[in-house]
Each structure stands twice: as structure tokens, then as C-alpha cells.
């Protein structure tokens, strides 16, 4: 049988804020969401091999070899100047894996792993590698202690969950806002579906951690807050939520202009959530 592959951007051996314990992660190429504040905007497109990254390489890592864009890694130098000159939000570094390398790299680095995390990009966009990938995993006699879980924006629909969570040991969840027009602005898409997701994802006992940005004067408004906190107390008041904080790191156009989140006004929030019958409410370590 075949096995699909994956389309990878980068993969992390070991990390641990992705996730429960420290985890193998995989980022996964292309999203269907375009966020304008995405700190890791060149992992939205795939490649369409137009080449106009090619002259912009200073190390002569990059060629065009039959109509594509192709990524020598011995001459790279990781300066990332061909991501800035990409029109598309797209990475000419993107490599193939196949289920056999991942599992060989997740057997060699077992010893110190409490398991792996897909994450994107929007890994969901990629769901039959992720299917495959965790049912081989939950089937090895020398693996399946090993936890699978997924990093997701939430807008894949019911019936693609219910394909994977069978191998899913649990998921981390983004909600970006509540009001449907403010999440349209700051995504692309309507929020219904990633609501939805949320609410199924928590019946089926697998929703690990809500995730919600904080983007002073749209997120962070009184409206938003009361919402999530509606949301998360209809769930379950003890469910993981998970607040950032919107930096400038690595975000492209308007959302530069847009100011950081702070501390004390994140921890203001957390305080207020906590009031409000919150019991796993966690912030930031670091604001970069
Ligand atoms: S990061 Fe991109 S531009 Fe820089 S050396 Fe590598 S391939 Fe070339
Ligand atoms: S990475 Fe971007 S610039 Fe380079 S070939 Fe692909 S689409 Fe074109």
C-alpha cells in the first residue's frame, strides 16, 4: 500500500510548548487560513516554482532543474532572504517525508519523548498523512505508548475529525475571535466551523487546549472577553486555555503597525477569567 507523504517546513525534535511533555513536531507546508497577524507567514502557500527566489540566494543553494524550484540544504545558510522574496508566502526550503523517515526519526529520539505533535501551517490541510501517520504509530508494539496530537486552527468539519480522532490522543484548538466579521478580517474565514470544532472536539474527550490570541483593541475588548469566557465556562471550567500575546515577530503588513500585547494587561485578562470561574487559565512566559 501506499502511504501519502508530507510536504514538511521544518521539524523539531524535541519542544515543549507544543503539547503535553517534551514532543517530536512536524510543521506541516500550506494553510487555508490567511492571518494577518501569522508570525510564520511563509508556511501559509505551497511553491508554484515561479523561481523568483533563485537570483535572491546568496549561496547558490537554490536552482531551477525542470520547471522547479530545487533546495540544495548543504549550501543553505538558513538567511531566510528567499522567504522574504517569495510574492506568494511560500518556502523553496519545504522538503518530502515519508511515514518510514518520520518513524525512524521518532524511534531514534524516543528515550526522550513523551510524543508527537502535527502543527502547521495548518497541519489539518494535510489530513490523510496525519491518518496514516498516527495509525501506523498507534499499531507499532514499540510506539503506541507514544501520545499523538494535533495543532489546528479548527476549520476542518466534523466528518474529517471523526477520520482521524480514532488515532488522535488529543488536539490544541486556535480560536482567533468570536465575533464573526472580526475573525473574518483577521483570517479570511467565518468562525462557525472553528466553534463547532471546539464544542465536538471537547464531546469526544479530546480537546487538549483552547488557544486564544490577545491583539490589544480587537481581541482583548470586553465583548471578546466575556464571549470566551461564556464559551469556555459552557465547556468545562477546568479546561486547559492557553492565552498569547500578539507580538511584531515575524508578522508582514498591517499587523505591523498594530501594538504588542503587554504583560500586565494580558495578566489583567487571565485575573479577570480566573475570577470568573476559569481554574486553567495560562499566560505568556516570555513577550517577544
Ligand atoms: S535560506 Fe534561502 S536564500 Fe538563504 S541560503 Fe538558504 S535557500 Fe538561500
Ligand atoms: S518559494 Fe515562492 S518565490 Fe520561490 S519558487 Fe516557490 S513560489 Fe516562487
Excluded at 71 to 88: F, S, Y
Excluded at 192 to 204: D, G, K, P, T
Excluded at 215 to 225: C, F, L, Q, R
Aim: net charge negative; charged share 20%; with cysteine.
Amino acid at each position: 500500500m501506499n502511504l501519502p507523504e508530507a510536504k514538511v517546513s521544518k521539524i523539531l525534535n524535541f519542544s515543549c510548548v507544543d503539547g503535553p511533555g517534551n514532543r517530536l513536531v512536524l510543521f506541516l507546508q500550506g494553510c487555508n487560513f490567511a492571518c494577518l497577524n501569522c508570525h510564520n507567514p511563509h508556511t501559509m502557500a505551497l511553491c508554484n516554482h515561479c523561481g523568483d527566489c533563485v537570483p535572491a540566494c546568496p549561496t547558490g543553494a537554490l536552482s531551477m532543474i525542470g520547471g522547479r524550484v530545487v533546495h540544495d540544504p548543504t549550501r543553505c545558510d538558513e538567511c531566510d532572504q528567499c522567504l522574504e522574496v517569495c510574492p506568494i508566502n511560500s518556502n523553496p526550503k519545504v522538503f518530502q517525508v515519508t511515514i518510514g523517515e518520520v518513524l525512524e526519526l521518532v524511534q531514534r529520539n524516543k528515550p526522550f519523548l513523551n510524543g508527537i505533535t502535527v502543527s502547521g501551517g495548518e497541519a489539518t490541510t494535510q489530513l490523510k498523512f496525519i491518518t496514516a501517520l498516527f495509525g501506523v504509530m498507534k499499531q507499532s508494539v514499540s510506539l503506541r505508548d507514544l501520545t499523538c496530537f494535533i495543532d489546528s486552527n479548527g476549520y476542518l468539519p466534523e466528518f474529517a475529525w471523526r477520520s482521524v480522532l480514532p488515532y488522535t490522543d488529543g488536539v490544541m484548538l486556535d480560536i482567533k475571535s468570536f465575533d464573526c466579521d472580526l475573525h473574518c478580517k483577521l483570517t479570511g474565514r467565518t468562525n462557525e466551523r472553528v466553534l463547532a470544532s471546539a464544542r465536538f472536539l471537547h464531546a469526544e474527550g479530546k480537546l487538549h487546549e483552547l488557544r486564544y490570541l490577545l491583539i490589544p483593541g480587537m481581541t482583548d475588548v470586553p465583548a471578546e472577553i466575556d464571549r470566551l469566557l461564556d464559551f469556555v465556562l459552557d465547556l468545562s471550567p477546568g479546561l486547559n486555555l492557553r492565552l498569547n500575546a500578539f507580538q511584531h515577530h515575524g508578522v508582514r503588513g498591517e499587523a505591523q503597525d498594530w501594538p504588542a500585547a503587554e504583560k500586565d494587561r494580558v495578566e489583567e485578562i487571565a485575573s479577570q477569567l480566573r475570577r470568573g470561574g476559569l481554574s486553567n487559565v495560562t499566560t505568556p512566559a516570555v513577550y517577544i
